[in-house]
């Protein structure tokens, strides 16, 4: 299993966090077992939320092709000026 990504542990730790005030707060739970209720219902609910964050694809992106270009240094036999790509066509006679 891949190791969870920064945002997927901030998310998850920030439901957490609010929806545990938001379910105290809002159920006024002052006894032992419905305050642990609501702790794992956070719990579950913030492990659901870091999962389901998308992680980053580790698919690259194309490089943009370049043209190729001729050899730049002239080779044994050819001149530099038919390398540069300056090649003279021969005359019609």
Do not use: D
């Not at 913030?46 to 730049?72: E, I």
């Amino acid at each position: 299993m891949p190791r969870p990504t920064a945002a997927q542990l901030v998310y998850g730790f920030c439901t957490v966090l609010f929806s545990t005030l938001a379910m105290l707060l809002l159920s006024q739970a002052s006894s032992v077992p419905g305050i642990a209720v609501i702790a794992v219902a956070a719990l579950a609910l913030g492990l659901f939320v870091a999962l389901t964050v998308p992680a980053p694809r580790a698919t690259r992106s194309p490089r943009p092709t370049q043209p190729v270009r001729a050899a730049s240094r002239p080779t044994s036999g050819t001149s530099a000026r038919a390398s540069s790509g300056a090649v003279r066509e021969p005359a019609k006679p």
